[in-house]
């Protein structure tokens, strides 16, 4: 018994096969990820800020009404609320970053069954956690020898978070540890490594990558006008926050595994946090 092979019928005159999709641009897909961070973002700040105005809300009106005040009217309540303290304002950049984070990764760069393996087998070399170490040394030196020479030209900035820390680590200081040393590297990586630098890395972009991921983990960091800061403060600030952002870039694609960047930037914030806690310094 003899078997055929099905041939396919020929087009129809004036048809063409489809063309293959080009390729996006890699740039175009990078501001399309920036852009989309900075949106959910806001909208995860916004809703924080409305629950916290929320549970604040009915917390005020709950307490004049147990001590027999007339019904509060919406100005009264508003009036009493004043601004989150320093825990509800870490847990809202928690919320709204790390949901940022979360969101973006998980709908625009997942890891691939291949890129986890390869990051596995990547945290079971030696020289994975050597150059964590050796990357997460040369950025505190780094970072502190940058404030040393601007200080001795009389730049000193002040950073935007600083006022926050400082409370936080005086009234909660084992959350913030938590926070500072395991959350924000975890979801900053995740954000700016994997998500931002990942797209144009893997597009055969790596060094563009660096420049723009950087660059965006330090406007992040010191947006201009939210503090005190003159220009040359800001650029100091951004110089070190963009040289730190591009050394974990350098080490995420050294190693092959998002793990090794987390872990010099855990290093890097315990290290301010100690400073912090024990001298009151940055």
Known sequence: MSTTTPVPPPPLPGASAPKPRAAGS??????????????ILFGLSLLAGLLWGAVQGMRVGAELVANGAPAPSPDSIATQLGQPGALAQILMALFATGGAA?????????????????????LGRPATWGWTLWVGTLVIIGS???????????????PTNLELMSSAAAQFPVFLALFAVVLAPAYEELLFRRVLFGRLWNAGKPWLGVLLSSL???????I???SGNGPAEIAQLWLIYGGMGAAFCWLYQRTGTLWAPIGAHALNNAVAMTLLMVFGAT
């Open 216 to 222: 965006a983990f330090a406007l992040v960091h010191e």
């Open 26 to 39: 890699p740039v175009a897909g990078f501001l399309i990820d920036l852009g989309l961070a900075a949106l």
């Open 102 to 122: 979360l969101i973006l990764y998980f709908w625009r760069r997942r890891a691939t069954p291949a890129e986890r393996e390869t990051s596995m087998r990547a």
């Open 224 to 226: 201009p006008g939210t």
């Open 144 to 158: 502190n020898g940058i404030g040393f020479l601007a200080k001795r030209a009389g730049i000193e900035p002040v």
